[in-house]
Structure formats: C-alpha cells, structure tokens
C-alpha cells in the first residue's frame, strides 16, 4: 500500500531563515505529488504540484518553491522565512491511475 | 473556476444523534467529490468519494454522502455520532484528470460531539 512520510514532523525557525521540508513516498511510481499550507483556521491552499520528476507547478506566488529530484520525492524549500510561512504543511500524492489523493502527516511549522 | 462552500463553520451534536454536513461545488463539468476527515495535528483521511454513478456514497466509519447536482451539492451524512467522530470535515471538488489533476478543498466544519 501507499505510504507518505514527511519530515520533519514540527519545526520552530526564525524569520529569514532557510527551509526545507521533505516529502516521501512508498508503494508506488510516478506518482502525482502536491504540496498544501493550511493555515489556522482556515482550508488547505495547494502550493505546488509535480507529475513528474523535475516538473514543478506553482499555484501561489510566494516566497516558497518546490523541487523533486527523484520520482519519489518532494520537497519545499524557502531561502528567507516569513511570519506568515507558518502553518501545517502537508504533502499529498495521486497513485496514478487512482484519482485519489492521499496525504501525509504533515509537518508543523513555526515562524518566530 | 472550481470552488467549494462548507457553510457551517462549527457544528456540535450530542452523542447517538444523527449528523449532516453541508457542502456546495461549483465546477465546470462533471465533479469529482470526496470528503476528508482531519484529527488534530494529523493529515487528512479519504471517508468517501463520489466519481460517477449511483448518487449515495457509502464510506468508511459508517458515513454516507449524496451528490445532488440539481443542487450542486455532496452532503455527508451519519446515523448516529460516535464521540470518535468529533474532528474536521473537509469537501473537496476536482476533476478527475490523470495528469496533475487539483483538488479545490472547502474551509472545513468543526465537529464537536457532546457526550
């Protein structure tokens, strides 16, 4: 079966600080894979998606970016945090051909 | 463009009484419709999903959900609350595409159950 691992789990960062935040996955190949902040309070916002190894889409303009060197990999990245770079980030993927997303245990980060 | 409307930011029920979520799509074709649970500090948990087909739903932990597209609506439903169930509700529309298909996801309902 499927499985998403997302590491770290929480994490505290200062303002202007470097982030990576990565992504996982078990059980299958060439996955689709989608990163999404939620924020307190609110629903998930998609952030990125990838078909494929390389292939990154953006949905938000921010100081944020994503990049997937191996079909199985996904990661988030920002060179400078933000305050508002804090919330639950969570990484979820499409088994292809299913049309289901499924998602990891997010990670929770926080900007101080 | 795709959208979805959970009206109901907070709901609370008393435990054994039954449940209904509201959940309204706006989607150019035919929707693909799926509702997530979400614990505290966890990921999301598929219950159900709606692709074609018969229009009532049955999912996992005993819900149910019904596509009305007169209404434009997925409605999740349950018999009978569990204190287990007290969680968020997420609905979320798409299109079913292989390729790099996204998923709009509503705002979520808070579920509280009373003991």
């Known amino acids: 079966s499927q499985t998403i691992h997302q590491w770290p789990a929480t994490l505290v960062q200062p303002v202007g600080s470097p982030l990576s935040l990565e992504c996982t996955v078990e059980g299958t190949s060439n996955p689709n894979l989608y990163w999404y902040r939620q924020a307190a309070g609110r629903g998930l916002q998609l952030l990125f998606y990838?078909?494929?190894?390389?292939?990154i889409s953006s949905e938000v303009p921010q100081n944020l970016s994503a990049s997937r060197p191996q079909d199985r990999q996904f990661i988030l990245s920002s060179k400078k945090l933000l305050l508002s770079d804090s919330g639950f980030y969570l990484c979820a993927m499409i088994p292809l051909p299913d049309y289901e997303q499924y998602f990891g245990p997010g990670t929770r980060l926080t900007v101080t | 463009a795709q959208s979805v409307t959970q009206p109901d930011i907070h709901i609370t029920v008393s435990e054994g009484a039954s449940l209904e979520l509201r959940c309204n799509y706006s989607y150019g074709a035919t929707p693909y419709l799926f509702w997530y649970v979400q614990s505290p500090g966890q990921g999301l948990q598929l219950l159900l999903k709606?692709?074609?087909?018969?229009?009532l739903v049955q999912g996992i932990k005993g819900f149910e959900a019904e596509f009305k597209r007169s209404q434009s609506s997925f409605n999740l439903r349950k018999p009978s609350v569990h204190w287990s169930d007290a969680a968020e509700y997420f609905c979320a529309v798409g299109g079913g595409g292989s390729s790099g298909d996204k998923l709009t996801f509503g705002t979520g309902t808070r579920l509280a159950v009373r003991p």
């Open positions: 709606y692709f074609s087909g018969d229009t």
């Open positions: 990838s078909v494929g190894i390389g292939q």
